[in-house]
């Protein structure tokens, strides 16, 4: 392995997947406030010896709010939330509608829009229908090719399967091809 290789395989997982630095500086705000707030809290009570009374008169008014059932479901519920969404921040994979490989001197990196709509192009030209009545996408596994054929003219499933198949291959991304032709035509 060369050093570009690492190179090309460091700025392909960056182009691939999402940045958790947005997540990452909120948490860390929010957490420096709240440090700052309870490290001035105590060096006013250390350094305030009148203000003691008035921080433990604030403290008894927000214990007393606290112990309503209202506020204790309100606070709850924010708290699981920010807990299962800084949990499935960490945990899901966080991938981009990007694919990458290394060709030669060349790291490519291409959006699955881009891939669908060469695939929907390819089986439009194969099939000879309109390109409007082809749509695909393209999931991490699975592209999937739906065509409208023309009221009367039937399409080759197989022709499809073979041009999506053929598209996929020249672009060098292993997807499987699953083509689904419409029951109903359209008109032409």
Same mark, same amino acid.
């Given at each position: ?92 994979? &966080? %991938? $981009?509608?990007?694919?990458? !490989? @290394?060709?030669?001197?060349?790291? /490519?990196? *291409? =959006?699955? +829009?881009?891939?669908? #709509? ?20 393209? &999931? %991490? $596994?699975?592209?999937?090719? !739906? @065509?409208?054929?023309?009221?009367? /003219?039937? *399409? =080759?499933? +197989?022709?499809?399967? #073979? ?26």
């Amino acid at each position: 392995m060369t050093g570009q290789d690492a190179v090309y395989r460091r700025v392909l997982r960056r182009e691939t997947h999402s940045p958790r630095t947005q997540a990452a500086v909120t948490v860390a705000t929010v957490l420096i406030v709240l440090l700052v707030a309870a490290v001035a809290a105590g060096g006013w009570w250390l350094a305030d010896p009148g203000a003691r009374g008035d921080l433990a008169e604030r403290a008894g008014t927000l214990s007393s709010f606290a112990r309503r059932p209202t506020a204790l479901t309100v606070g709850g519920t924010v708290a699981v939330l920010a807990a299962v969404t800084l949990l499935a921040l960490a945990i899901l994979p &966080g %991938r $981009r509608a990007r694919r990458g !490989r @290394v060709a030669g001197r060349v790291a /490519l990196v *291409v =959006d699955d +829009g881009v891939l669908a #709509d060469a695939v929907a192009d390819a089986v439009a030209l194969r099939c000879g229908v309109a390109r409007t009545q082809v749509s695909a996408t393209v &999931g %991490r $596994r699975v592209a999937t090719v !739906r @065509v409208t054929p023309t009221s009367g /003219l039937p *399409v =080759d499933r +197989g022709a499809a399967v #073979d041009a999506a198949a053929a598209t996929l291959d020249a672009v060098g991304f292993p997807v499987t091809p699953k083509v689904l032709v419409a029951q109903r035509g359209v008109v032409a």
